[in-house]
């Protein structure tokens, strides 16, 4: 749930949206925009044709892992595919917004904000426990991530050398290359900036 500010006065009005509508809405205008077809995007993606379609018709119900494939495809952020809030405040209450959990770990992603056109970062909330860790491919050329461990214990980075964060501790490694998060003790919270270019 989404807490939005109207206008100057202090009342807040509870917005809702369905998460998958308006990411099926945001895959359409991009793959319109880039001017590819259901096909070629598919393809780049390394995604079934049928898994896309549904994606766009808005009864697929997609993993972190395909939309970050599909933005890598469209070369946009993101963000772009997951973003529902248009207006200058908004207040999410914790435990609550909408979250897209990985197919292959026990890890959740929270976009907190999105950048806006001409802005180079998107802020996240990210959850794990341990298990299998989230293996992220490259991300755009050019995005850096930076990560301030909140609770928990986690190694994070690139695959050839990811370092351990206690909390408090804070790293900064390049999102161009394939990297992970695996949490190493239960109730791992993080907050993840990630700048493009």
Sequence with gaps: ????KPNSRTEYRTVTSAPIEAIARAIRRERERAGLSLTELARRAKLAKSTLSQLEAGTGNPSIETLWALGVALDVPFSRLVDTRSTPTVVIRAGEGPALRSAEANYTGLLLSACPPGARRDLYLITCEPGTPRVAEAHLPGSVEHIVLATGRL?????????????????????????????????TVAVLLMEHV
């Design 155 to 187: 190694r994070v980075g690139p695959d050839e050398e990811p370092v351990e964060l206690a909390p408090g501790d804070y790293a900064r490694f390049p999102g161009d290359v394939p990297h992970r998060y695996e949490a190493l003790t239960p109730g």
């Design 1 to 4: 749930m989404v807490f939005v």
